[in-house]
């Protein structure tokens, strides 16, 4: 039973850290939260399930399409809104209130749209579960931690071995600096975005299809920040340790006490490593940007 | 009660409790998303002792105004010694929390909600309420403390260097504005009848947030106008009930593209004065690189 | 030849650089120097772009554009002041960035054995993240970052900066050496004495304007000079 949670909890956590990893992308460059990362997680399960619902395509390709479209519309989402602030000599503060508003326009019209109503896949994809031993996986589980995983290597991959990669490092250390090597810093911003959208039409599909499809589910970016925070922010390889840190603490916590009051437990587990270890478990300190 | 006068109350609260966010964020420089929470502290708790205490009107909103202080140092303490990004973030979890305590709580009638709070609150409380509030803080802000608060936005290294103690009077602020928010909330209790979770969300508290951006950050006058003028159209648009939260944020996204200080930027209706700084709190050089080609 | 022409640059109220007149002659070093707060960074990132400006900046007879990735790619590169290297990555990825307007990996290959025999010490320290590295090392790293992308002239910020009176000698003599194989190099210094030593010209910035210009002889020689900027009192 215990087995069964943590396996439960690690595969929700995997979807947290790919969530947590976008997210900081584009705060280790901004210095700032980017809260449309949440419209673009309930786009992602919104796109996919329409496409697989309304153009009747198998799932994992509705599910690849919606992730282009997120990525595509993340990187809108700073063309019309950062660039303009950017170009005006605006910080990033005054980002930080368009992409929360950017996010409950999203929600708005996600509302409107579905009619507040929640939604399932037409076609079961990766349902039922399978067994090792004793423990019965559900395929889904096992989907979002193979997916993230693969997700994960690639993004290392482009972090660490490519051009681009270089550029959004340097970037993350000193927008200045990398500046003065030719670095085109507008197209790095916005390829950051990119990437980030994606990571999060990912996470918003596979969420889409292990619970349901609603307006809502963008708030699944709050889970992202608790990540961030409990991992160190800033830190990459601490998002994704602390993305799965909350999806297990989040299972186990409503499978053994009750499932409203995790969030209230998630709260009082943050304000502790908040206390305890403010730069995070995984504990760099980095620069203050606001 | 007409609708005239519903529409009148609410605005009040929403303008009280958008005083508070500008002591926090145009004053302070600090950004919460709780402060909605804040508002559902005050609301539930002046409903309870109102509903199962039995206390008064005026004393059961001084009892919600004392929860929301409580809670404010309870966030507060953890949150604000560290960065600013920080304390969002704790802000943030601060809602998630409350939310999820209220819905599960059968002392708070869950997510149903409470239910059976009397209904008092009329337009002359929220008037003498609001009018109160408006001279508190425009003294406020005023004062040593405000200044104080605005030393730690603009450079909070450089303020402890002149003396300014940073935690305490970020703590100041964040509590005088959980204050209002809490005071908002007794008043909505009173007024509503009934309270439920999903009224005080973390989007409520953005909306907030948003709305002193929308009035300028830098202008007491803007926060108030703001609070009004958007209280008001979203009451008119009742009937357009699905379409007003789009238009609202298209209209707030497009103000804040192409009229980035806000609706009053930091100018201040006062007294036949013109305090005009350059306010933002946005120090030069945050986005390193901001305005470049 | 750089050449600056009615050169202004503005942050809000405060305006940085007024009316600024400069040139450097090509394969010579120029030293700028003035108080702190005179304008000399901002003029470097003038140059380099990266702050709005008006007025005309060209190099070798063609007007630089605004955007920094053409600048570096027109041949002129930057070593902030400040230490900036990228202390999040390793030395080498340091200078890959150097040479990110380069896309050929034989010429990046090339440069990178060039600024290794230029500076050993970074050769040893490939591996290493730049944040560990000492002051001396960084400004070097700095400096040899600056030569990746083959510039034609060298903007160098302080490079004295916090490092000792015989690493800051060390330094400059490497500059020296970099500019002997056809760099053009404009240099701010706040140490004037020994940028003067090695400079061809110098510009004396105060307030954003150039209040004397000469050869570094005549500026060392000059009575005014060695008041305000060399420490030499009258009596000396
Ligand atoms: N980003 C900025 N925003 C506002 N003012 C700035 C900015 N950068 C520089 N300044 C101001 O412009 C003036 C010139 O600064 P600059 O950095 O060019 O001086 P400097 O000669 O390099 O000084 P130092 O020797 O201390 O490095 C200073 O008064 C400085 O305060
Ligand atoms: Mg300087």
Redo the contacts between chains.
């Keep these: 039973m215990l087995f069964q949670q943590i396996v439960n909890g690690i595969s929700v956590g995997s979807m947290y850290a790919l969530l947590a990893v976008g997210f900081s992308l584009v705060y280790n460059i901004?210095?700032?939260?980017n809260?449309s990362h949440g419209a673009m997680i309930a786009l992602g399960a919104f796109f996919s399930y329409w496409i697989a619902r309304y153009l009747a395509v198998p799932v994992p390709v509705a599910i690849l399409a919606s992730i282009a479209f997120t990525g595509l519309s993340s990187a809108l989402v700073e063309l019309?809104?950062l660039r303009?602030?950017?170009?005006?000599?605006?910080?990033?503060?005054?980002f930080?209130?368009?992409s929360?508003?950017?996010?409950?326009?999203v929600?708005?019209?996600l509302?409107?749209i579905s009619r507040g109503n929640i939604v399932s896949y037409p076609r079961a994809f990766l349902s039922g579960t399978f067994t090792i031993g004793n423990l019965y996986i559900p395929w889904i589980d096992a989907g979002m931690l193979l997916i993230s995983i693969v997700c994960l290597a690639v993004l290392s991959y482009v972090m660490f071995k490519t051009?681009f990669g270089?550029?959004v490092?340097?970037a993350?250390?000193?927008?200045?600096?990398?500046?003065?090597?030719?670095?085109?810093?507008d197209a790095i911003i916005q390829g950051v975005f990119f990437v980030s959208g994606t990571l999060a039409g990912v996470t918003g599909a596979l969420l889409g299809v292990k619970y349901a499809v609603y307006p809502y589910i963008g708030?699944f970016v709050?889970m992202a920040?608790?990540a961030?925070?409990v991992g160190g922010?800033g830190n990459l390889t601490g998002a994704v340790l602390g993305g799965l840190l909350i999806g297990l603490l989040e299972t186990l916590v409503s499978a053994y006490i009750?499932s409203?009051?995790?969030?209230?437990l998630?709260?009082?587990f943050?304000?502790v490593i908040?206390?305890l270890r403010?730069q995070g478990l995984a504990g760099r300190a980095t620069e203050?940007?606001? | 009660m007409s609708f005239l006068e519903g529409v009148l109350i609410l605005t009040g609260i929403v303008a009280i409790v958008a005083q508070g966010v500008y002591v926090l964020t145009g004053l302070t420089g600090l950004f919460s998303l709780g402060q909605a929470s804040f508002m559902a502290v005050g609301a539930y708790s002046a409903g309870i002792a109102n509903l199962r205490f039995g206390l008064g009107f005026i004393p059961s909103l001084c009892v919600g105004v004392v929860a929301a202080l409580l809670a404010s140092f309870v966030v507060g303490a953890p949150s604000l010694k560290l960065k600013k990004t920080y304390f969002s973030l704790a802000t943030i979890a601060f809602g998630y929390g409350v939310e999820s305590v209220l819905n599960v709580s059968t002392w708070t009638g869950g997510s149903i909600g409470l239910i059976g709070v009397a209904n008092i609150t009329r337009v002359w409380h929220v008037a003498i309420a609001l009018g109160l509030v408006l001279w508190v803080v425009r003294n406020f802000k005023l004062s040593r403390y405000g200044r104080a608060c605005v030393s730690v936005r603009t450079d909070e290294t450089a303020a402890q260097v002149y003396g300014v103690n940073a935690f305490a009077t970020k703590q100041m602020a964040f509590s005088l504005a959980a204050a209002l928010a809490g005071l908002g909330g007794g008043l909505y209790a009173f007024y509503l009848g009934y309270l439920s979770p999903d009224m005080f969300g973390i989007p409520v508290s953005s909306e907030y947030l948003v709305m002193v951006f929308f009035g300028g950050l830098g202008s007491q006058t803007g926060a108030f106008a703001a609070s009004v003028l958007l209280t008001a159209l979203m009451e008119m648009l009742r009937t357009a009930a699905e379409w007003r939260v789009i238009l609202y944020c298209l209209i707030i996204l497009i103000t804040l593209m192409f009229r980035p200080t806000g609706l009053f930027g930091s100018w201040e209706l006062s007294f036949g004065r013109r305090r005009n700084g350059s306010a933002p709190p946005d120090s030069p050089g945050a986005l390193a690189g901001g305005a470049r080609k | 030849m750089l050449e600056l022409k009615k050169v202004n640059v503005r942050y809000g109220a405060i305006q940085a650089l007024k009316d600024v007149n400069l040139r450097v002659e090509r394969q010579t070093i120029v030293a700028l120097i003035g108080a702190n707060g005179a304008g000399k960074s901002s003029l470097l990132n003038a140059v380099s772009g990266i702050v709005p400006y008006t007025g005309e900046i060209s190099w070798n007879g063609k007007l630089l554009p605004h955007h920094p990735p053409a600048i570096v790619r027109a041949g002129v590169a930057q070593v902030p002041e400040g230490r900036q290297v990228f202390s999040n990555l390793t030395v080498y990825e340091n200078l890959l960035a150097g040479a990110y307007v380069n896309w050929s990996k034989q010429r990046i290959e090339k440069n990178i054995e060039r600024v290794f025999s230029l500076f050993p010490r970074l050769k040893e320290r490939a591996s290493q993240s730049a944040g560990t590295m000492s002051g001396g090392e960084r400004q070097m790293l700095a400096i040899g970052r600056g030569l990746m992308s083959e510039p034609s002239l060298l903007l160098i910020d302080e490079p004295s900066l916090g490092l000792s009176p015989i690493l800051t000698t060390e330094v400059l003599a490497l500059i020296q050496q970099v500019n002997e194989q056809g760099v053009t190099v404009l240099l701010v210094e706040q140490n004037a004495r020994k940028s003067l030593e090695i400079a061809h010209r110098g510009y004396v910035l105060q307030n954003g304007k150039v209040v004397m210009e000469g050869t570094g002889r005549e500026l060392l020689n000059d009575p005014a000079i060695q008041e305000a900027y060399l420490g030499v009192s009258g009596c000396a």
């Design positions: 901004l210095g700032i939260a809260f019309v809104t303009i602030l950017r170009k005006r000599g605006q910080g990033s503060l005054y930080f209130i368009a929360l508003t950017v996010f409950n326009l929600t708005a019209v509302v409107y051009r270089l550029a490092r340097a993350s250390f000193s927008i200045k600096a990398a500046q003065l090597m030719g670095m085109d810093i708030n709050y920040l608790f961030c925070v922010l009750s409203a009051i995790s969030p209230a998630t709260f009082a943050l304000v908040l206390l403010p203050e940007k606001i």
